[in-house]
């Protein structure tokens, strides 16, 4: 069973959904027993990160996190899911899980594309990302596919080697990060289609190990 952890802050039934249509049993959850009863845990996040921590520390999922990924338990994390593994988030000042070394900044204010057009912020829609390494989560994605992005904020990894996909706004960020048995993405695969679901299926049938 795949545990969808609801703490809410959580785009949960997208995800489900997505789960469901590939065949893959999953239940939305904050129950720590069944939690740490699961195969694989699926963290997505949707809102800021203060409040998304203050949940997370509310049902006692923080330390259960830090658990799981020390006991090498497969765990993919989704836009704000992503955010809260690393040390601090610009927003709210926050401090995180600190699973992944490093902070999440927010885009600048004078944001502009190649062509000298200012972009909006929070940064919303489709867009590339472009992987550089080969991981078993990320394989047979075709180059050039496109994923949904909504957010305001971004990961800055202490260690480069983490980051595994690049996605061009104004700025190259990186959209896409990998390390032992976790694995994070920026994005929503659940709500990006064909690229999504393979992802989604690809992380489902992982070991854990790259």
Same mark, same amino acid.
């Given at each position: 069973? %795949?545990? %969808?952890?609801?703490y809410?802050?959580?785009?949960?039934?997208? #995800?489900?959904?997505?789960?469901?249509?590939?065949?893959?049993?999953?239940?939305?959850?904050?129950?720590?027993?069944?939690?740490?009863?699961?195969?694989? *845990?699926?963290?997505?996040? *949707?809102?800021?990160?203060?409040?998304?921590m203050?949940?997370?520390?509310?049902?006692?999922? $923080?330390?259960?996190?830090? =658990?799981?990924?020390?006991?090498?338990?497969?765990?993919?994390?989704?836009?704000?899911?992503?955010? @809260?593994?690393?040390?601090?988030?610009?927003?709210?000042?926050? +401090?995180?899980?600190?699973?992944?070394?490093?902070?999440? @900044?927010?885009?600048?204010?004078?944001?502009?594309?190649?062509?000298g057009?200012?972009?909006?912020i929070?940064?919303?829609?489709w867009?590339? @990302?472009?992987?550089?390494?080969?991981?078993? #989560?990320?394989?047979?994605?075709?180059?050039?596919?496109?994923?949904?992005?909504?957010?305001?904020?971004?990961?800055?990894? =202490? +260690?480069? $080697? %983490?980051?595994?996909?690049?996605?061009?706004?104004?700025?190259?960020?990186?959209?896409?990060?990998?390390?032992?048995?976790?694995?994070?993405?920026?994005?929503?695969?659940?709500?990006?289609?064909?690229?999504?679901?393979?992802?989604? $299926?690809?992380?489902?049938?992982?070991?854990? *190990?790259?």
């Amino acid at each position: 069973m %795949i545990a %969808i952890l609801d703490y809410k802050a959580g785009n949960l039934t997208s #995800v489900r959904r997505a789960l469901d249509y590939l065949g893959f049993p999953c239940r939305i959850t904050n129950s720590r027993e069944e939690i740490r009863k699961a195969d694989k *845990v699926v963290f997505p996040g *949707v809102g800021a990160a203060g409040k998304s921590m203050e949940s997370l520390k509310e049902l006692g999922l $923080d330390k259960l996190l830090g =658990e799981l990924f020390a006991e090498k338990v497969p765990i993919l994390g989704i836009c704000v899911g992503l955010q @809260v593994l690393f040390d601090l988030s610009e927003e709210n000042q926050t +401090r995180c899980l600190g699973l992944l070394s490093g902070q999440v @900044v927010r885009f600048p204010q004078k944001l502009c594309s190649g062509k000298g057009d200012f972009l909006k912020i929070p940064h919303m829609g489709w867009n590339e @990302v472009v992987f550089s390494k080969d991981h078993p #989560v990320f394989r047979d994605i075709p180059a050039g596919s496109e994923f949904y992005f909504v957010h305001s904020y971004y990961p800055q990894p =202490e +260690r480069e $080697d %983490i980051s595994i996909g690049t996605t061009e706004y104004g700025i190259t960020f990186t959209s896409a990060v990998a390390f032992q048995n976790l694995v994070a993405v920026q994005f929503h695969p659940e709500k990006s289609g064909n690229p999504g679901l393979r992802l989604l $299926d690809n992380f489902c049938r992982w070991s854990g *190990v790259s």
